[in-house]
């Protein structure tokens, strides 16, 4: 069970528009429509902002939204403001009961 | 609402057995729906699923860390509880327990975390 594959840093400016990936397996993220991402401003816990791949959590901004195609799945950040300056993680099911991370991605707004 | 507070010491010797309970608040962990789990963050890393409970008492551990485990609940204190043994220097975490919402694999709710650092 290896972790998910995440960029390490993304940008974007104020108004834009930033995309991160999380690229899974075929036994991971290809398998299951079960992929969760999250948010986690330095020092806290992580908060999740988008679960079963596109769904939205009450309460969080519709500038959040999720996809996947194959074996990556994507979380876009539209609209980006100085608070969604964070790192995000990706989450997907990956049978037997178990879950797999991630590796993080630091979200910097310029 | 639902709140998670992790307690346990921050400190353990390397070879001991770190233990930590999560007790929960405004919910029972007996209720149907969701897994109450143990997820860990190495320092300034990311994000290791380490297992998690049913309301069952069913479990499920990440595999990896399979053999040093054990993830048990107590209803009547409304707790949840890990053990890892044969601690090293690195299962030095952040340790945080969490609710993950049963059919969705999506931990909605998290505690604030503990720091558990392994050292003599």
């Known amino acids: 069970q290896s972790a998910l594959t995440q960029p390490p840093s993304a940008s974007g400016s104020p108004g834009q528009s930033v995309t991160i990936s999380c690229t899974g397996t075929s036994s991971d993220v290809g398998a299951y429509n079960l992929v969760s991402w999250y948010q986690q401003h330095p020092g806290k816990a992580p908060k999740f902002v988008i679960y079963?791949?596109?769904k939205r959590p009450s309460g969080v901004p519709d500038r959040f939204s999720g996809s996947k195609s194959g074996n990556t799945a994507s979380l876009t950040v539209s609209g980006l403001q100085a608070e969604d300056e964070a790192d995000y993680y990706c989450?997907?099911?990956?049978?037997?009961?178990?879950?797999?991370f991630g590796g993080g991605t630091k979200l910097t707004v310029l | 609402q639902v709140q998670l507070q992790e307690s346990g010491p921050g400190l353990v010797k390397p070879s001991q057995t770190l233990s930590l309970t999560c007790t929960v608040s405004?919910?029972?962990?007996?209720?149907?729906?969701?897994?109450w789990s143990w997820i860990r963050q190495h320092p300034g890393k990311g994000l290791e699923w380490i297992g998690y409970i049913y309301h069952s008492g069913s479990t499920y551990y990440n595999p990896s860390l399979k053999s040093r485990i054990t993830i048990s609940g107590d209803t009547s204190k409304n707790q949840f509880s890990l053990k890892l043994n044969s601690v090293t220097a690195a299962d030095t975490a952040v340790y945080y327990c969490a609710r993950i919402i049963d059919g969705t694999a999506a931990v909605g709710l998290w505690g604030q975390g503990t720091l558990v650092t392994v050292s003599s």
């Open positions: 079963e791949v596109s």
């Open positions: 989450c997907s099911y990956a049978g037997g009961n178990t879950l797999v």
């Open positions: 405004g919910g029972s962990i007996s209720s149907a729906g969701f897994y």
